[in-house]
């Protein structure tokens, strides 16, 4: 517990949640609707495919069909509505209704990236990142980050800041890491509120200041962040920018030991060993 030790876990960015715009907002959830969707799908209307297709992946008025879903996604894709395209690219990714093929989800997710869809526009960038069907390009992951960070994407505007906070593909400056790691962070994203509080805690990229690192971690930490439930333990064991109080530290303790977090189950577990 002599340092923070705060540990970015860039790879885990890469998870996809399906959290694909059109599939969450533009579908209704009444039989009626899909039947309706369906006959504008098999007249061709593109963005009624790109709908049908979500309504078949996640039973909106239908059972769940997968293969269906990657039909009228497909159709959808190739007329070329960005949101099928990146929604192809999700199936072919994951194996959703197809065999798993990462060349043929980065084309498609290329495809939308290029016509400024911003969740394609991360997820290639990741692609680049970790070389998903690509090579690894750190400039290209760089660039494609950016685009989708300056259309307001929180898990983009984390990213774009672990690259110049870290040098992946630019150069490392810490005011610009701050910068998008604030953006990030002022959206709710816990990753980018816990490295916030870090670069309040160390300076880095802004005035030192104990009270706004504690700030950010206790927000990091309420949505279930271990990371920072760990720093919090720090911070309130130590009497960084609160007063000591070993009840707080001793239950965000527990919180992230509970959450999984390697280190606190260490200290945890010594602590309870020896009262």
């Not at 979500?54 to 239908?62: H, S, T």
């Not at 920018?241 to 527990?254: C, I, Q, S």
């Amino acid at each position: 517990m002599k340092s923070l030790n705060i540990k970015l876990n860039f790879m885990g960015i890469v998870l996809v949640f399906l959290s694909i715009a059109l599939m969450t907002v533009s579908c209704a959830t009444t039989t009626g609707k899909f039947k309706s969707t369906k006959q504008r799908a098999e007249q061709g209307d593109s963005k009624a495919q790109c709908n049908l297709g979500a309504m078949y992946l996640k039973g909106i008025g239908v059972p769940i069909d997968r293969k269906k879903a990657f039909y009228w996604t497909k159709r959808s894709a190739e007329q070329g509505t960005p949101e099928a395209q990146y929604n192809l690219g999700i199936a072919y990714n994951y194996g959703y209704g197809v065999p798993v093929n990462h060349e043929r989800a980065f084309y498609w997710t290329k495809k939308s990236a290029e016509q400024g869809y911003a969740q394609a526009q991360f997820h290639l960038g990741m692609s680049y990142k970790n070389g998903y069907g690509v090579p690894v390009n750190y400039e290209k992951a760089f660039y494609w980050t950016n685009e989708s960070a300056k259309q307001g994407l929180a898990e983009a505007q984390f990213n774009l800041g672990f690259f110049y906070d870290k040098g992946y593909g630019v150069t490392i400056d810490k005011e610009r890491a701050f910068y998008w790691y604030e953006k990030s962070a002022k959206q709710g994203f816990a990753r980018a509120q816990c490295n916030l509080g870090n670069m309040y805690l160390r300076g880095y990229g802004t005035s030192m200041d104990k009270k706004k690192a504690l700030y950010w971690f206790e927000r990091s930490a309420k949505q279930g962040y271990g990371q920072s439930q760990y720093n919090l333990t720090i911070m309130y064991a130590h009497g960084f920018g609160t007063p000591v109080d070993e009840e707080r530290a001793l239950y965000w303790l527990k919180k992230a030991a509970k959450n999984g977090h390697p280190e606190a189950r260490k200290v945890l577990k010594k602590f309870t060993g020896s009262h």
